[in-house]
Every structure is written in C-alpha cells, then in structure tokens.
C-alpha cells in the first residue's frame, strides 16, 4: 500500500485463464488469416522492469514512435502513437507547455533543438489503474501497466488520468501486418 491507495493487481484464474488463450488464438488466426501464439509468461520473482532513457541521445527521428506502432499494432489510419517526440528550443530549456509534438523540418536534429520522447512511465502508483471502472488497466507484478483490450469499454478516464498524455484510445480494429 502506498500513500495514494493499494496497487491495483489481478490474477486471473488458470481454467479462465487456459480457455482465454485458446479463444484468443483461435479467434485472431481466423480474424487475421494468420497463426497466432499468445503465453502466460509469468512475472520473473523479484524482477521489476523499469524504463529509462538517454534523453541526450535522441536526434528527433521519430524512429521509437514508428517501431512502438508496429510492435504494438497501434492504428495506422488513423495514426494513434503512444509515443510523441517533443522539440524543445535549446534557448528556452525544457519546457514542455512550449514544445513542438508536431515539428516538420528537413533534416534532425534540428540546430538549437533538443528532442523529449513522451511515452507511459510505468508509474509505481499509476493513476490509469485507479480510475478504470472495469479494471481493464493494471499493474502487473513486474511492474508493466497493462491493458486488456477486451475489458475495455472505451471511457477514457485512464487517458484523463495519465499525467503524461501517453494514454491513447485506439479506435480500429487491430490488424496484422502481412510479412513481406
């Protein structure tokens, strides 16, 4: 329990659990045409995930965002990108109510920018889980926020509640891209 109320964690049960994966499996091979694995990976015992970066290294290439879409199968049309790259203007530091999430220029870096990627923070306490009436969002015991894309009914609360804008309400249908 933390300060700001117990952490939200759910199990589900196995013979629940066992018939989900099968169903999952069967129905996006038939939805996709295409074999489909999903496992149960348990948490590793005292492994918890974090996430850093190396703010210093990023060029403004957008490269994370577009590997994030394509690993996550975000909507490609619309576009929906967990991720944003802000430009920051080198003079004025970090000030994000004055960043660019939409910069164009030609090359990156650009001269007198510095790039901020914006994705989920995985927070200890996060606030999504707190606020999702179906319990569609929570914390597993790695660490990782999670969303079961089934339970959700599409309130967006979790999206008001982030306080890094990195929440994000998919409106299509997932699909899977064709190898090439």
């Known amino acids: 329990m933390t300060a700001c109320g117990p952490q939200r964690l759910y199990e589900m049960p196995k013979p629940r659990l066992k018939k989900a994966i099968a169903d999952m499996e069967r129905q996006n091979a038939e939805r996709h045409g295409a074999n489909v694995t999903v496992a149960d990976t348990p948490a590793q015992p005292g492994v918890e995930f974090a996430y850093a970066l190396d703010i210093s290294r990023c060029i403004g290439c957008r490269r994370c965002v577009y590997a994030c879409v394509e690993e996550n199968n975000q909507s490609r049309n619309p576009q929906v990108q967990w991720i944003r790259v802000l ?7 970090v000030d994000f109510a004055h960043s660019e999430p939409y910069y164009q220029p030609e090359n990156v870096p650009q001269e007198g920018h510095f790039y901020v990627p914006v994705a989920c923070q995985q927070c200890r306490n996060a606030p999504c889980t707190k606020v999702c009436p179906t319990g569609a969002t929570w914390t597993e015991r790695d660490g990782i926020v999670v969303i079961d894309y089934d339970w959700c009914i599409g309130c967006r609360y979790c999206m008001a509640a982030c306080p890094y804008g990195a929440r994000h309400f998919n409106w299509s249908e997932p699909s ?3 190898e090439s």
Do not use: D, Y
């Open 87 to 93: 430009s920051m203007e080198k003079e004025k530091g």
């Open 176 to 178: 899977i891209p064709r």
